[in-house]
């Protein structure tokens, strides 16, 4: 493999010295960028584009050849494994993601087959490789997946919610059914992501972007069990390096402590969370990565600056922090905007390190 | 005005010894109920029926003779301030609410009337009347008003938001329009819940359910500063009884602290904050209302029955506890259910007191 060019990332993701604050986006190759409209037209539909191994490839570098980021990530969907599981994923146009086939029955779930992701998922496999050739060693690749937890609200919902209500009935009303769809879900992720590392990826991240819906109890229960198994599953090694992970769940800034019990090497933290608290609670067992609000990139320059300043300032001296919005990027935010957020973060955090 | 039967609610607000923990549901006059959708239909829309008394009073009433509550809530909506302040509010079906003129600019803010709650408001002031004079003492009622946050999330963006964009851009990028409007906002609070208090209401509670998208620092400045003004310039005493007031942030666990500093009697709290927790953070100063899952009561009575025992034994003995759903009820719940978990509150906190 070819040598790594700028390795602040996985740095700072191991809590060792880096000149500057490693940063990147959430979403940061997506709909915002005028040259990712361009590619994503040309694919036809969003899933096309996840699944050709060239366009994937294209999008994730766009934001690279704009700004000067530390890490890229993969571009794909969270939602492929239930796709590969066969629910029939679509996207209905301004409605977001849809499944087919829902999940509702104890039936419905032992029928479920656990797919084989260097099989069934190798057009993920392919976008991975394809992409860390490109790359060529200029930063580090990002492998992700959806959470079990997460994973399982589309599937059991059909789609986006905003109550929760037939997953949670399922949680709630036959947990045994609940615990054997995560327990596939848990299986088919640590497949998929060892798979992503095999394929080249140099990180994984695994986004709980509903874990924050749970009580404190049931999060521990049916999110963060899930992806405790999923981070003792992994392959932790690669190349020589560690593959460092990152567990983010958004709304989860009650819970820092056990998600850093996890074996995560870092968390990813929303904006409803201050960083020097976030500090005090788990800084000293792994990194934290975060946590501008993405509609700060609505603001002037100098008012995005000054809010750069003051993340770095609360997190303040040392290693162990990873600059990034606290959720993805907006597909209305200004890509000029988004270079001022970043250039900020390399300029004013050289003091800090 | 006529002796109160029932103080239970009153009792525990003000951290004083109650029989039982008492228990009211938010959203508890509502679609889950077919004797609510009857009168709702005969009002004709959603509009119609708040500004109607007699009808606003039956619907109110409809709970309490189903279940054995121990307060009321008077029957309106959170938008009126606006609606008052000529936005012109409607409900597209299946939408939610929606303003036919929005807010974006420094003008559109400064055109912006306050409302005399007296006159323009004075449905809601027969409202609050009549539900006290049918109530006859039987359990007290509860005023409300949305927060000057939550109001003006509405206002900017138009109606509900999943990203709160325009409303955010407002905040980060003119910081002085954003206050202008709130501070509006604080002073149409104070005179709509005063009014609502010597037009009969007993306890009031203010819903901020979007102060839980900020971070901490903004949610201290935009929403948090706001509602402890509306606090200090509130009646707190009526009939000899004082009138307590209740703060609920959706989603503000992580800024309990800060929110028994406001002079708030009581905090609402959603299912995500641990009750043993909150108690141990901020119980010496304030009662905590909450916290179960709305989602609970689509589970068989068993469930529900065990998820009370758990609650009100993670609370545990003494006072300062009322017992509450984490959110409004949902419009799929089994009124039956709604019962077990009520009857549930009552039969198993005798223990506890």
Known sequence: MTEL???????????????????????????????????????????????????????????????????AILFSDILTIPDAMDLGLYFAEGEGPKFR?????????????????????????????????????????????GSPWTLATYMVEGGSSKDFRHVKKMMYATPEVMH???????????????????AGAQVVQIFDTWGGVLSGEMYAEFSLKYMQKIIAGLIREA???????????????????????????????????????????????VSLQGNMDPCVLYAPAERIRAEVKKLLAEYGTGNGHIFNLGHGIHQFADPEHAKIFIDAVHEYSAQYH
């Open 5 to 71: 060019k700028n390795d602040r990332f996985l740095r700072a993701l191991m809590r060792e010295p880096v000149d500057v604050t490693p940063v990147w986006m959430m979403r940061q190759a997506g709909r915002y960028l005028p040259e990712y409209k361009a590619t994503r037209a040309s694919a036809g539909d969003f899933l096309s584009l996840c699944k050709n191994r060239e366009l994937a490839c294209e999008v994730t570098l766009q934001p690279l050849e704009r700004f000067d980021l530390d890490a």
């Open 101 to 145: 086939k829902v999940l509702r029955t104890a039936a419905d779930v032992s029928d479920l087959r656990v797919p084989n992701a260097a099989v069934d998922l190798d057009y993920v496999m392919n976008a991975v490789s394809e992409i860390r050739t490109a790359l060529s060693g200029r930063v580090p690749l990002i492998g992700f997946s």
């Open 180 to 198: 054997e769809l995560l327990d596939k879900l848990a299986l088919s992720v640590i497949d998929y992501l060892n798979q992503q590392i095999l």
């Open 239 to 285: 190349d020589g390096r560690p593959v460092p992970v990152i567990l983010f769940t958004k709304n989860g800034g009650q819970w820092l402590e056990q998600m850093a019990d996890t074996g995560a090497d870092a968390l990813g933290l929303d904006w409803t969370i201050t960083l020097s608290d976030a500090r005090a609670r788990v800084g000293s067992r």
